[in-house]
Antibody, heavy 123, light 107 residues
Framework: EVQLVESGGGLVQPGGSLRLSCAAS????????MSWVRQAPGKGLEWVSA????????YYADSVKGRFTISRDNSKNTLYLQMNSLRAEDTAVYYC????????????????WGQGTLVTVSS | EIVLTQSPGTLSLSPGERATLSCRAS???????LAWYQQKPGQAPRLLIY???SRATGIPDRFSGSGSGTDFTLTISRLEPEDFAVYYC????????FGPGTKVDIK
């Protein structure tokens, strides 16, 4: 059974940093690209970033480019999102998602999602 | 960027009725790279349909997807109590964007 468990969310001041983690199990982690998708309170879904199965290619939405960094440790079956220079508009539940194949770069559907972790940016 | 528009915004129906949800794209979605997700309150999205018409693993056959180009439809043939939720379409043919969602609630 595929399981994705996010952690690392919380309250942070504007301009601050936070690192999210996503522990994966139930599939061959290195064989699949992974994505982060966020959902602001009461709003719809927004794709944030993706990383290939090997970790060699990364992709970002324009709204986070230069501030967020996606990475993965295939030896630990874990996905990360380093978030710097956080803004109020980054407040959202952040979901990690398993993509359909190894080479997805924001151009694949996601077939499994974690339960999400809430990030609140406020002073 | 391809913008997706979903209609109606809210669909009020009774269990057993048929639900028809629309997703329209601002330009043609290549190779019918269109997916549908279901989201219940406090839960993560669940993949229902990919490739416009292929059901994901474990999805009941009362859910079906159709369409091509700029117009796509998700049909729920007979609503079950657990189907009342928000439904999002997503295109993944040109970068990746989501529609704003259609809420299916109990009439």
């Amino acid at each position: 059974e595929v399981q994705l468990v996010e952690s690392g969310g919380g309250l942070v001041q504007p301009g601050g940093s936070l690192r999210l983690s996503c522990a994966a199990s139930g599939f061959t982690f290195s064989s699949y690209a992974m994505s982060w998708v966020r959902q602001a309170p009461g709003k719809g879904l927004e794709w944030v970033s993706a990383i290939s199965g090997s970790g060699g290619s990364t992709y970002y939405a324009d709204s986070v480019k230069g501030r967020f960094t996606i990475s993965r440790d295939n030896s630990k079956n874990t996905l990360y999102l380093q978030m710097n220079s956080l803004r109020a508009e980054d407040t959202a539940v952040y979901y990690c998602a398993k993509d359909e194949g190894p080479y997805c770069g924001g151009d694949c559907y996601s077939d499994y999602w974690g339960q999400g972790t809430l990030v609140t940016v406020s002073s | 960027e391809i913008v997706l528009t979903q209609s109606p915004g809210t669909l009020s129906l009774s269990p057993g009725e048929r639900a028809t949800l629309s997703c329209r794209a601002s330009q043609s979605v290549s190779s019918s790279y269109l997916a549908w997700y279901q989201q219940k309150p406090g839960q993560a999205p669940r993949l229902l349909i990919y490739g416009a018409s292929s059901r994901a693993t474990g999805i009941p056959d009362r859910f079906s997807g159709s369409g091509s180009g700029t117009d796509f439809t998700l049909t729920i043939s007979r609503l079950e109590p657990e189907d009342f939720a928000v439904y999002y379409c997503q295109q993944y043919g040109s970068s990746l964007t989501f529609g704003p969602g259609t809420k299916v609630d109990i009439k």
